[in-house]
Nanobody
Framework: QVQLVESGGGLVQAGGSLRLSCAAS????????MGWYRQTPGKQRELVAT???????NYADSVKGRFTISTDNAKNTMYLQMNSLKPEDTAVYYC????????WGQGTQVTVSS
């Protein structure tokens, strides 16, 4: 079992920055990859960024060059640094961890005002 707790969401003006955190606990040694998805009402959950246990990263085209995913293994925490935020980045952001199954956090709201 893996437990994930997100934090760091909030309201920010367009062009601003936020950093999301995802603290993992439980059987974290079995995590193969972690990442962030986001979802807006009426739409499917969208992949934002992923990072593997070896450090390989992948980003959605819409966030490349603006968002950076990283991990701090000493703190068992994953981060998503979001810069140059746009109103279209407004969504609930979910972190996930992949072992033999996916685990999800509870989500954190990010709102970008124009």
């Amino acid at each position: 079992q893996v437990q994930l707790v997100e934090s760091g969401g909030g309201l920010v003006q367009a062009g601003g920055s936020l950093r999301l955190s995802c603290a993992a606990s439980g059987t974290i040694s079995r995590i193969n990859a972690m990442g962030w998805y986001r979802q807006t009402p009426g739409k499917q959950r969208e992949l934002v960024a992923t990072i593997t246990s070896s450090g390989r990263t992948n980003y959605a085209d819409s966030v490349k060059g603006r968002f950076t995913i990283s991990t701090d293994n000493a703190k068992n925490t994953m981060y998503l640094q979001m810069n140059s935020l746009k109103p279209e980045d407004t969504a609930v952001y979910y972190c996930y961890a992949l072992t033999q199954r996916n685990y999800w956090g509870q989500g954190t709201q990010v709102t970008v005002s124009s």
